[in-house]
T-cell receptor, first 113, second 114 residues
Framework: DTGVSQNPRHKITKRGQNVTFRCDPI?????LYWYRQTLGQGPEFLTY????????KSRLLSDRFSAERPKGSFSTLEIQRTEQGDSAMYLC???????????FGPGTRLTVL | GESVGLHLPTLSVQEGDNSIINCAYS??????FIWYKQESGKGPQFIID?????DKRQGQRVTVLLNKTVKHLSLQIAATQPGDSAVYFC?????????????FGKGTKLSVKP
């Protein structure tokens, strides 16, 4: 499968715990995006990378959230001290450096109890 | 607030009929628009896109229309099939001015009756 992959697909955690999600983009794509989607809403932008450089962060990305893309390939999104309000689907997308169509992964469904 | 929205949250059509899903956007600087289909439990799937230098683009059974004068976008699905049942999102981007993130609307749920 040469699409965007995300792991894990589902994560259940207790409030206050840290969680980390992984995204593997399409191999030739330089841009990688993280979005959050809550029930009944469209995806909301969190942050984006051009190669290993994190170029933009949304105001939604509080200091409990951190994202990395150390080698310009896969990316991780970590949430520290999770809160119930963090429960959502976390989507990763990638695109070529010229922009345009973003290809989405299947998402990681986070449930914070 | 959101700069992209949809006129109707739900749309129910008969199998074989044509579907039209509408979207309004507010950022006149947006130069790229895209429609995604999202089935339950899955990530958004690309349907069709259009750049601001065009007003119409056709794909397989789908057509996107862009009216920049009134900042309106629509997705037309011909001969709607049960497999088209999903939530449809429009999204916009100002690639000329911003870094590349898409701004999504809330979505329209399309239900196809057999």
């Amino acid at each position: 499968d040469t699409g965007v992959s995300q792991n894990p697909r589902h994560k259940i955690t207790k409030r206050g715990q840290n969680v980390t999600f992984r995204c593997d983009p399409i191999s030739e794509h330089n841009r990688l995006y993280w979005y959050r989607q809550t029930l009944g809403q469209g995806p909301e932008f969190l942050t984006y990378f051009q190669n290993e450089a994190q170029l933009e962060k949304s105001r939604l990305l509080s200091d409990r959230f951190s994202a990395e893309r150390p080698k310009g390939s896969f990316s991780t999104l970590e949430i520290q001290r999770t809160e119930q309000g963090d429960s959502a689907m976390y989507l990763c997308a990638s695109s070529s450096s010229t922009g345009g169509e973003q290809f989405f992964g299947p998402g990681t469904r986070l449930t914070v109890l | 607030g959101e700069s992209v929205g949809l006129h109707l949250p739900t749309l129910s059509v008969q199998e074989g009929d044509n579907s039209i899903i509408n979207c309004a956007y507010s950022n006149s600087a947006s130069d790229y628009f895209i429609w995604y289909k999202q089935e339950s439990g899955k990530g958004p799937q690309f349907i069709i896109d259009i750049r601001s230098n065009m007003d119409k683009r056709q794909g397989q059974r789908v057509t996107v229309l862009l009216n920049k004068t009134v900042k309106h976008l629509s997705l037309q699905i011909a001969a709607t099939q049960p497999g088209d049942s999903a939530v449809y999102f429009c999204a916009e981007n100002d690639y000329g001015g911003s870094q590349g993130n898409l701004i999504f609307g809330k979505g329209t749920k399309l239900s196809v009756k057999p």
